[in-house]
């Protein structure tokens, strides 16, 4: 197995013909580093998010905002990970039609609120 940074790190599951900006639905699953549990946590089998998660929860429901052919499955925040679908229905090349979701939030939110969201996830 491969090593990464020293770790070792597992094989793409990526489908190696697949061009990811084809027409489809793409299940999509982003982790916190070190399995932080960031984004709240389960009391009496419900999901309780925290700040960060109520942010990831409000980031997801934006990217259809800034992709227009782009359509949102379900999603579920979970204490250290999220599970979402995007839809993809392009008439042309997605690179053509989507502003980065990061550059976007980023750009929208106050200088304050940045530094209070980063200090509150750095260890």
Known sequence: MDKFKGKYR?????????????NGYYFVTICTEN????FGEI????MHLSPI?????VLWHEIKNHAKNVELGE???MPNHI??????NNDNNISDNVETLHATSLRQTSQPAKN???SSISP
Do not use: C
């Open 10 to 22: 597992i094989p793409s599951t990526r489908l190696q013909n697949w061009d990811y900006r084809w």
């Open 35 to 38: 399995k932080e549990e960031y």
């Open 43 to 46: 009391k009496n089998g419900k």
């Open 53 to 57: 998660g109520i942010i990831a929860d």
């Open 75 to 77: 999603f579920v925040v």
């Open 83 to 88: 599970h979402g679908i995007i839809i993809l």
């Open 116 to 118: 209070e969201f980063m």
